[in-house]
T-cell receptor
Framework: AQSVTQLGSHVSVSEGALVLLRCNYSSSVPPYLFWYVQYPNQGLQLLLKYTTGATLVKGINGFEAEFKKSETSFHLTKPSAHMSDAAEYFCAVSRLNYGGSQGNLIFGKGTKLSVKP | DGGITQSPKYLFRKEGQNVTLSCEQNLNHDAMYWYRQDPGQGLRLIYYSQIVNDFQKGDIAEGYSVSREKKESFPLTVTSAQKNPTAFYLC???????????????FGAGTRLSVL
């Protein structure tokens, strides 16, 4: 069965510091991987995705993630945190063989990022 | 503007009452989804639909029902059988659910349901 684990339900960084949000996945076949961001009382917005090809993926707002097959990881990073980055972040993996198609997503439980001035 | 519209933003349910959450999209997407979000639990799939007049149960379908009579619309009914309905409900859509599709899901702004 596929699964997603996000390490750390809360992460706090200072403004200007490195942001590192961890995501590990379990999948028997090459997965599609996603990071989404959610601001309070809003829906989710796609930050970036990995499907095939280059393992370092760049997204919006200066975020990037690296797919490491050997570690089954897809950690999200940003070199310098900004106050506006405070939000909840979700890692997701495409669900395989669900109803016979590669369609649905399995989400991790989320990591809340706080940014201190 | 293209997007997904959920209404209402806030909804209150009385004991024994069924309530319906609306989800409309103008992205011409084939697939639509309903998720329930509880604090610290991430998103859990309630129902999804790949095409009009077809839908499938997700991981937590009990106490919920859906319909897909039009491509643009995927309403969710929270029935009286759902004993703990207080949550944030998110609707999403994606262009295709076929094998090989990247399946980027686009989300509405959500409906917060509370019990009176």
């Amino acid at each position: 069965a596929q699964s997603v684990t996000q390490l750390g339900s809360h992460v706090s960084v200072s403004e200007g510091a490195l942001v590192l949000l961890r995501c590990n996945y379990s999948s028997s076949v090459p997965p599609y991987l996603f990071w989404y961001v959610q601001y309070p009382n809003q829906g989710l917005q796609l930050l970036l995705k990995y499907t095939t090809g280059a393992t370092l993926v760049k997204g919006i707002n200066g975020f990037e993630a690296e797919f490491k097959k050997s570690e089954t990881s897809f950690h999200l990073t940003k070199p310098s945190a900004h106050m506006s980055d405070a939000a909840e972040y979700f890692c997701a993996v495409s669900r395989l063989n669900y109803g016979g198609s590669q369609g649905n997503l399995i989400f991790g439980k989320g990591t809340k990022l706080s940014v201190k001035p | 503007d293209g997007g997904i519209t959920q209404s209402p933003k806030y909804l209150f349910r009385k004991e024994g009452q069924n309530v319906t959450l609306s989800c409309e999209q103008n992205l011409n997407h084939d697939a639509m989804y309903w998720y329930r979000q509880d604090p610290g639990q991430g998103l859990r799939l309630i129902y999804y639909s790949q095409i009009v007049n077809d839908f499938q149960k997700g991981d937590i379908a009990e106490g919920y029902s859906v319909s897909r009579e039009k491509k643009e619309s995927f309403p969710l009914t929270v029935t009286s059988a759902q004993k703990n309905p207080t949550a944030f409900y998110l609707c999403a859509s994606s262009g295709s659910i076929s094998v090989g599709a990247t399946n980027i899901q686009y989300f509405g702004a959500g409906t917060r349901l509370s019990v009176l």
